[in-house]
């Protein structure tokens, strides 16, 4: 196994829209830049499977620049211990584990999705939006699959478009948002004519299915396979026929890396200020992890991330108005698809909450903390650390999680092993 | 709330332990705890049921708790994860296999079932040890649990017994009819046991007990790859040396799979973080003795608070100066394992019963656990 010790002025953690952007204004400013990202290739949840596999000028715009900005880039690496004080991290891929020391770190973590639990979520086919889009990118065949696309947000049509596209029929889109909140997100997006336009788009390229509002899955219907899905509307429930179910309940920031760096944590994500630094000094943040606000917005904080690391905030201002009205486009979004309190009383006694451990609801309900729900009952000591039922009791229960230790991710012990041996010859 | 006959001061394995034995007495219980049940070094440590000879009252507490758990596993509920796996003391070389004749001496003697697995026993026993280990005893009896689930199940037989349960308040002082919580709230009691680990000396002047830290880590689901809990015989060694830090290999299946792997001792660190260099030198111990842990994965390191006397025995019975105040603290790394021996310990001297194993041993008068 190496003992590497890698250095770069700008370290930027993950390689989604906002780490490429950052990287690339960071290297443009001729600092030498590193990015480490755990996926195996750039892009992040979005742009996954790389260039090939997204469409639109954005991306290839991105995706070009990032590829020839001349930034060093680790896949498969995951950091999994740091300190803000000495300015470096401890990291691992599948054969080695290393340190970077850093000048300045970009936090680009981006962000997971949420997931809700209701009778039968955990049968094999239901899955959240963006997992069956991993699938279908990696070659799972859906043409002539029945799809039911049920959870809030916009990405539910995109992603409804993507499986008709592969020839799948989606019979229904079930949004749990109600008219009145969509109405008034419809308006606001009156000054932002692109998104009309693509959501017109959407709506048209999705004209055969139905999309249903204040309406949700209730519940997965079949032994060991998915047969259909409960949907309920009102006082209204009805069982429909489908092949998979695609939930998507929004997206959870991934702020645990932050959290291990004593940055400073707010509502929506990572705290960040006008130029993107977070609460420590040598740290900045940029895209989903500060607060999810989708694509547009998550480049151009990367973009002045980029340059203000790069000690160049003069540049960075330059990206300050559109950032500010991508900000306030997130924030409407936040409030038009705000999940509906009638989610709570989705899972049965004996909904399995922590897939990981398989703890039932029932086992759950009458917890006062977290620390209790994790020692009690195993909830959250599984290899996901949390990172699924955790937000789940925050929705349900209103449970904080707790304060984070390393390892943040799951590591090789022969790497913890070695963190205090790397430490030690970089501070010789 | 009237008057209770006994307050316990801490719901860790000790403290619930005891209220349980004084409710199933007849006495109005109270069992007092800030946080959440078992979770301090309850929750830290390893959930070993061991037998051990360190000295004669050692063994006698150690074992005598462990005939009482044999007797209450039946009743613990699944998640308490009572696994009866056994115990592998190994040794790596001749010389620690003296030890393990010594031992095997020792426990026959007492009538504890142990087995001496010669070098090629041990290997078919546990094939991710490194070959070429000299032995090792086998102490048939040792289990593991899962001690926060317990400690709750022994909290709730409590209150099933008419024990009241005061959580989120932290005992400030105790007086001599009543204990104040740090609300302010005084909760009245013809007597108090103290049973909060390393946080009694805040509660009563001149007891010596310091809080020893130590480290673990645990690992995804490997079923198989241990089959019993195991320690190094170097342990005695690392162990007993009570002024400097320590590691011990020292490696536990979990129920779930999952492997436990410690364990490091410290003095003279209060600061809960992981400390690297510990975690690093713990497990370059346990990659001596199993070489294939270094490709495992872990999901969490943490560490905890023994509550460590000087002569490495707990403290159980009536605080010197005091005519109400028992202590039941002190357990070290023994607390899962001696936690029922002690609750009937304690019980027995509050309520002027003769107990079946000789008490003067954990007297807390005894000059090293208390001075000045």
């Known amino acids: 196994m190496s003992r590497g010790s890698r250095t770069a002025d700008i370290l930027v953690a993950g390689a989604g829209p906002a780490g490429m952007s950052a990287a690339a204004r960071g290297r443009e400013c001729g600092r030498s830049v590193l990015v480490l990202d755990d996926n195996p290739s750039a892009g992040g949840q979005i742009w996954r499977g790389g260039e090939s596999h997204s469409s639109g000028s954005q991306s290839t715009f991105w995706f070009r620049t990032f590829g020839t900005c001349g930034a060093d880039v680790i896949s498969g690496a995951r950091i999994i211990d740091g300190d803000a004080k000495r300015r470096r991290v401890i990291a691992e891929t599948r054969e080695d584990a290393f340190t970077v020391e850093y000048g300045k770190l970009i936090l680009a973590t981006g962000a997971r999705e949420m997931f809700l639990p209701f009778p039968g979520w955990t049968t094999p086919n239901v899955m959240g939006i963006g997992g069956l889009q991993a699938l279908v990118k990696s070659g799972l065949p859906i043409s002539g699959k029945r799809i039911v696309v049920a959870g809030t947000g916009p990405l539910m049509l995109a992603a409804a478009a993507y499986f008709r596209k592969h020839g799948a029929v989606v019979p229904v889109i079930a949004e749990q948002a109600d008219w009145t909140r969509l109405a008034r997100f419809t308006l606001q997006l009156r000054r932002q004519p692109g998104k009309l336009c693509q959501a017109a788009a959407l709506r048209f390229a999705l004209r055969h299915s139905r999309y249903l509002v204040s309406c949700w899955a209730e519940a997965a219907n079949g032994e060991g396979r998915l047969e259909s899905v409960r949907l309920r509307q009102g006082a209204k429930a009805w069982d429909l026929a489908c092949d998979y179910l695609a939930v998507g309940f929004g997206f959870k920031p991934n702020i645990e890396l932050g959290l291990l760096m004593n940055c400073r944590i707010n509502d929506a994500g990572i705290e960040s200020d006008d130029v993107q630094q977070t609460s420590q000094e040598d740290i900045f943040a940029a895209g989903e992890c500060t607060g999810i606000g989708g694509v547009d917005l998550a480049i151009l904080e990367g973009e002045i991330a980029g340059y203000a690391a790069a000690g160049r905030a003069d540049l960075a201002k330059g990206c300050f108005r559109k950032r500010n009205r991508a900000r306030q486009f997130s924030a409407s979004l936040r409030r038009a698809f705000a999940l509906r309190r009638e989610l709570r009383s989705l899972p049965s006694a004996t909904s399995i909450i922590c897939r990981c451990e398989d703890v039932v609801w029932q086992r759950l309900e009458q917890m006062q903390s977290w620390r209790a729900a994790k020692l009690h009952t195993r909830c959250g000591m599984g290899p996901c650390q949390g990172r699924v039922c955790g937000p789940i009791l925050e929705f349900l229960l209103g449970l904080q999680p707790e304060a984070i230790r390393p390892p943040v991710f799951p590591a090789r012990l022969e790497s913890l092993a070695a963190a205090s041996e790397m430490e030690e010859s970089i501070d010789k | ?372």
């Open chain 2, 1 to 372: 709330m009237g008057t209770f006959d006994v307050a316990v001061v801490g719901a860790g394995i000790v403290g619930t332990a005891c209220a349980r034995e004084l409710s199933a007495a007849g006495l109005r219980t109270a069992l007092i705890e800030p946080g959440v049940i078992g979770g301090g070094a309850t929750a830290a440590g390893m959930g070993h049921i061991a037998v051990m000879d360190d000295s004669e009252a050692q063994f006698a507490l150690t074992r005598y708790s462990q005939l009482l758990w044999k007797e209450l596993a039946d009743r613990l509920p699944a998640d308490g994860e009572y696994l009866p796996c056994g115990a592998l003391w190994i040794a790596a070389d001749e010389t620690e296999m003296l030890e393990v004749y010594r031992k095997q001496r020792y426990y026959s003697q007492r009538e504890v079932p142990v087995e001496i697995l010669d070098s090629q026993s041990l290997a078919e026993a546990e094939p991710n040890l490194r070959l070429g280990m000299a032995g090792a005893l086998l102490a048939r009896e040792d289990a593991v649990v899962y001690p926060p689930a317990v400690a709750r199940f022994l909290a709730s037989e409590a209150q099933h017994l008419g024990a009241e349960l005061i959580l989120g308040r932290r005992v400030a002082t105790i007086g001599d009819d009543a204990a104040t919580l740090d609300d302010g709230i005084r909760i009245r009691s013809r007597s108090f046991v103290v049973a909060n680990g390393a946080g009694a000396p805040s509660l009563v002047t001149g007891l010596n007990i310091q809080p020893r830290k130590g480290h673990l880590v645990i690992t995804d689901r490997y079923p198989g790859f241990v089959q019993h809990q195991m320690i190094e015989l170097g342990y005695l060694r690392s162990a007993h040396a009570m002024d400097s830090d320590s590691v011990a290999f020292n490696i536990q299946p979990r129920p779930s799979g999952q492997l436990l792997i410690g364990s490091s001792r410290q003095y003279g660190s209060d600061h809960p973080a992981v400390d690297n260099a510990v975690v690093s030198r713990m497990l370059q111990r346990a990659f001596e003795y199993m070489p294939g842990l270094r490709k495992l994965s872990a999901i969490r390191a943490w560490t905890g608070f023994r509550a460590a006397t000087k002569d490495k025995l707990p403290v159980i019975g009536l605080c010197p100066g005091r005519e109400n105040v028992y202590l039941a603290t002190g357990h070290e790394g023994l607390g899962i394992t001696t936690s029922l021996g002690t609750a009937k310990l304690l019980a027995d001297l509050l309520l002027n019963r003769t107990p079946a194993i000789e008490a003067a041993p954990y007297m807390p008068d005894r000059s090293y656990a208390l001075h000045g």
